[in-house]
């Protein structure tokens, strides 16, 4: 069988199961005396004589499926740059795919391309395209389905109803990968990279574009979302749900349909990430509902419709945020409570803060507000005189959308000047006793290239 050769190789760390073995020994050659040491070299050959195998067009082996057939746990199926048109391929052994040069995937739009069914799989440098689509089921280019240790990095998807789908799987890794579609509707598109209930999961270092949510959480615990660009999608970039205890942060989010989502979670963190040019009547750059003890921090949120919307937020930590030329900066409801807003920077936008709610119970402190007019005798940095960032003609604007054409007009600068002098409609709490003076040095871990981290990154693994 020419495709077939023998190596040493067995996962990426290619002597990890030699180590496994010799740690195994001791306890395995003493502890149960013959059989220990016939367990070992069972195991020790298992890792250690593991082959690979070889795929290519018009050789004995020139389809995917033939490979892992032939193939046992540990070893590793090369493909060979070519074109396959394959799908429903089953991965059920502990193996490694590696594409050369970039072997191409069809799944001719028929099903799911590969399902991912052991632990310990590893893929790497192939391209995946054309998935089925359905609306009975989440037809995926790959799926892991209730898998462990399982990685697929610097690859590409196009065109796939659901690019990558991880369903009840833990301790998985997504990096470095190119995911694009070019979803039309949201009832006939899928999401770039979707997660239910799952655990320990890392989405790292893709850039996704043309689904309807570009990373989908739901149910996930314990997970990372990091580096990744989302953008152009139909409706969020990334879409959170009853998913607890999850961090992102360094990600790029742009011209997606409604921003991004996070929603009905506890135990969040948002850091370092960018909103920019989300816009549209329901569109914002991040839309918070009925979380709790999370934290948004040092996050730019630039040129969008409304910043963050703020509905039924308890205990939020929103400090050292950038906004930047929204429309509105910040929108609050009455029902968010004990939310602590400090050392933010507001500048350029059409309205920084907007209430439905006349009593505010959320802490403003130390913001920089470009609009502040007031001034410091002492130059400590602190404005002398309190701030109150919601202007009368925001709440007009809040209970009727149509007078928005007068915002440029001398009837609202009477109105704002009026209710200043003696505030009789604006939230009486809602005031920031110490403004800054001086625009806050809030750190920035993406820069304004829109192609960002995640591209150059994926661009230089390759």
């Known amino acids: 069988m020419s495709n077939v050769k023998l190596s040493k190789i067995a996962f990426p760390n290619r002597n990890l199961g030699k180590r496994r073995a010799w740690i195994l020994f001791p306890k395995f050659l003493f502890g149960k005396g013959f059989i220990g040491l016939a367990t070992f070299f069972i195991i020790f050959t298992s890792y250690t004589f593991s082959k690979d195998i070889i ?121 470095y990968n190119i995911i694009k579609s070019n979803a039309q509707n949201e009832t006939s598109s899928g999401n770039g990279i979707h997660l239910w209930k799952c655990e320990n999961i890392t989405i790292e270092n893709n850039e996704i574009s043309g689904h309807r949510d570009g990373i989908y959480f739901e149910f996930v615990t314990d997970s990372k979302i990091i580096s990744n660009i989302s953008r152009w999608n139909l409706r969020y970039g990334l879409h959170f749900m009853f998913s607890n205890g999850d961090t992102y942060e360094k990600n790029y989010f742009s011209n997606n349909g409604a921003g991004v989502a996070v929603m009905y979670t506890k135990d969040v963190s948002m850091i370092d990430n960018r909103f920019e040019d989300n816009w549209g009547p329901n569109a914002y750059g991040l839309l ?124 609202v600068d009477i109105l704002d000047i009026a209710e200043k002098v003696a505030p009789v409609f604006i939230p009486e709490t809602l005031v920031d006793n110490n403004p800054s003076i001086y625009e806050i040095s809030n750190r920035e871990q993406i820069t304004n290239n829109p192609t960002g981290t995640a591209s150059q990154q994926i661009t230089g693994n390759k």
């Open 55 to 175: 795929v290519s067009p018009n050789t004995n082996i020139s389809s995917i499926k033939q490979a892992i057939e032939l193939s046992q746990n540990g070893d590793r199926i090369i493909i060979k740059k070519g074109y396959y048109k394959e799908h429903n391929i089953i991965i059920d052994k502990s193996i490694q795919l590696i594409g050369e040069d970039y072997p191409e995937l069809d799944g001719e739009k028929i099903d799911d391309i590969i399902i991912i069914k052991s632990n310990n799989v590893y893929i790497k440098g192939i391209v995946v395209k054309n998935s089925g689509s359905s609306s009975m089921k989440d037809i995926a280019g790959v799926r892991f389905d209730n898998v462990k240790y399982c990685t697929i990095e610097d690859s590409r998807f196009y065109d796939n109803f659901f690019a990558v789908y991880l369903a009840g799987s833990s301790f998985c890794t997504v990096k």
């Open 288 to 411: 918070l509902k009925d979380i709790s003890f999370s934290t948004i921090e040092r996050n730019t949120f630039k040129k969008n419709t409304v910043g963050i919307y703020m509905e039924g937020g308890t205990s939020l930590n929103v400090n050292h945020n950038s906004f930047i030329e929204n429309g509105w900066a910040l929108k609050v409801l009455g029902d968010c409570t004990d939310d602590s807003i400090k050392y933010n920077n507001f500048i350029g936008n059409t309205f920084d803060v907007s209430t439905n709610s006349s009593i505010s119970v959320n802490l403003f402190n130390g913001n920089y507000w470009d609009k502040y007019k007031g001034y410091d005798l002492n130059k400590d940095g602190i404005g002398d005189v309190s701030y109150r960032p919601v202007s009368m003609f925001s709440m007009i604007v809040e209970k009727t959308p149509e007078t928005i054409f007068l915002l440029r007009s001398i009837i």
